[in-house]
């Protein structure tokens, strides 16, 4: 199989090492390894896709790289892993081995508030960025914020990967051709009991209100143009949101008026953020979108 894979895509190796505990004995929980396992392809595949392409994609189904696993190793507990792209045309061309790695690092120290690895590996991914577009900072700037938006929606998948430590094993490395990733409890703790939620400053969405109770001032709406916020099938995803605009109270508010006659709205305000989605908007103001 890896033959045939290397000879029509371009490849990536990664081993995913669990030492300690079961491990030592060449064992592990079942479950807990499928689970890992699940999240370290999210995150890889997700990772690798950006690398490949650019974009930074929620859709499972439409990732051009696919994670496979390889034969098992007895060192502690090892299996491996193989990044297959659809293409041979990366953004990042010549450097997916250099950066895949340091970018899943440096998402997992972001989910655990490791402010100082973060900023070493900032920088290694800055300089990585700069032999490929040389010093044009809006497009270095421009990929470094989306790796931070790709790290913010990532919790869940971090979660999955790191679930066997501090249970079947001691701490699990990540091993690629540019980096090795070591991660332990300590990492898994900040993860798991870290809710992940976070208060915007002043924004602006385009919504579509489908569902409004205007004696509770709440209600439900979808993004328009924003396929960031949508399932992995492609659906656009409903959102929770609560109107603190006094004219909600109004008859004929337009509120009312934009559910009734299934038109957009430009709302300001601020969003309460977990996993990168949307947990709650609270509408300050609104407009007809020009």
Known sequence: MTEDVESMFDV????????????????????????????????YSTVANFVETGVYSRQWKALEVKAYATEPKAKCFEVGMLLSWASQTQVLSGLAGAVIGPIIAYILMKLSNQKEEMKHLREILENQLKERHGNDTAIINRM?????RLADAS?????KALSPIGSSCQHIE?????????????????????DGDELTGQITLDILITELDVEKQTCKFRLINEPDQADDDGNPLRFSGKVTDPEIETQGNKYSMSLALGTPLRAK??????????????????????
Do not use: C, W
Request: avoid cysteine; proline fraction near 2%.
């Open 12 to 43: 990536e190796q990664i081993k995913i090492r669990y030492e300690g505990g079961d491990a030592d004995r060449h064992e592990l929980d079942m479950l807990e390894l499928g689970e890992s396992l699940q999240g370290f392809a999210r995150l």
């Open 144 to 148: 470094m914020d989306t790796i931070d």
């Open 155 to 159: 919790r869940p998948a971090a979660k």
């Open 174 to 194: 990540a091993i690629g051709s540019g980096y090795t990733g070591v991660f332990d409890q300590a990492m898994k703790d900040a993860i798991q009991n870290d």
């Open 269 to 290: 305000g601020k969003a309460k953020m977990r996993d990168g989605y949307i947990k709650q908007f609270f509408i300050s103001d609104a407009d007809t979108p020009a």
